[in-house]
Nanobody
Framework: QVQLVESGGGLVQPGGSLRLSCAVSGFTLDDYFIGWFRQAPGKEREGISCISLRDGSAYYAESVKGRFSISRDNAKSTVFLQMNTLTPEDTAIYYC???????????????????WGQGTQVTVSS
């Protein structure tokens, strides 16, 4: 049974940092990409970053490039999203998701990833 469980969200002041974690289980890691998505109230879901569990190749949306960093620890079956220099515009529910196709977890496909976590709230406010 495939499972993705996010953690690490919370309330942070503008300019602050948070690290999200996505614990994955139930599939062969090397076959998958993990993506981070977010959805703010009244806005469409946005794919912001993804990583290959096979070789660690990482990709970022322009909105987070230079501020966010994705990484993996295959020994712990966990993917991390380090978020720095947060702004109120980063406020959203953040989801991790898994699929075997890069374009899908990158958010550039009309098809959504096959597997999703439950989401974790990130609020950036003073």
């Amino acid at each position: 049974q495939v499972q993705l469980v996010e953690s690490g969200g919370g309330l942070v002041q503008p300019g602050g940092s948070l690290r999200l974690s996505c614990a994955v289980s139930g599939f062969t890691l090397d076959d998958y990409f993990i993506g981070w998505f977010r959805q703010a109230p009244g806005k469409e879901r946005e794919g912001i970053s993804c990583i290959s569990l096979r070789d660690g190749s990482a990709y970022y949306a322009e909105s987070v490039k230079g501020r966010f960093s994705i990484s993996r620890d295959n020994a712990k079956s966990t993917v991390f999203l380090q978020m720095n220099t947060l702004t109120p515009e980063d406020t959203a529910i953040y989801y991790c998701a898994a699929d075997t196709h890069l374009s899908i977890v990158a958010g550039s496909s009309p098809v959504g990833p096959a597997y999703w976590g439950q989401g974790t709230q990130v609020t950036v406010s003073s």
